[in-house]
Nanobody
């Protein structure tokens, strides 16, 4: 089992920045990638960004490219999401997710590639 705990959410004004953190613990040796997803009220969960634990490959949703940056710290088993130029449309609960070998069989943006999920952290962007 892998446990994921998100932190760093909050209330910010349009144009502001936040940095989300995802701390992983447990049997993390089988994890090959970590992703961030978000879900706004009444909407489906959507992909935001992902990063592989080996190499430097990162993946982003078109809606956040150029504004969000995903990074990792292997030594700390942590993944971060730096969010800049935030918009009200970015308001959602943000979830961290970890994927094992199945992640290679699907698109990085597919929820099917992620076996473990955190509880989520709320991000609210006011206009």
């Amino acid at each position: 089992q892998v446990q994921l705990v998100e932190s760093g959410g909050g209330l910010v004004q349009t144009g502001g920045s936040l940095r989300l953190s995802c701390a992983a613990s447990g049997r993390t040796f089988g994890t090959v990638a970590t992703g961030w997803f978000r879900q706004a009220p009444g909407k489906e969960r959507e992909f935001v960004a992902a990063i592989r634990w080996s190499g430097s490959s990162t993946y982003y949703a078109d809606s956040v490219k150029g504004r969000f940056t995903i990074s990792r710290d292997n030594a700390k088993n942590a993944v971060y999401l730096e969010m800049n130029s935030l918009k009200p449309a970015d308001t959602a609960v943000y979830y961290c997710a970890a994927g094992g070998s199945r992640w290679y069989s699907v698109a990085p943006s597919s929820v099917d590639g992620y076996s473990y999920w955190g509880q989520g952290t709320q991000v609210t962007v006011s206009s």
